[in-house]
């Protein structure tokens, strides 16, 4: 199965830090102060984690497809 990409719609991120909190291994701060997946793809074992923060976010930035 092919591993899924997650990503930030930098316009839709508010900065609050809620998925850097949950997944750090995934989601740091970008230059500009908003949020960034550092990964190019969710690593093992990382799914739920990261699904969470999705489902978190609180403007619905975080895609993973
Ligand atoms: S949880 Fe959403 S709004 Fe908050 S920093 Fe992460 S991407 Fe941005």
New binding site residues.
Partial sequence: MEKKKPC??KD?????????A?VPTV?DWDDDG??KAIVDHVPEGFEQDVDD?KI???????IVD
């Fill in positions: 930030v719609v839709l991120c508010i900065a609050c830090g809620l998925c850097n949950m989601f908003k949020m923060a978190s976010c609180p403007t619905e930035a975080i």
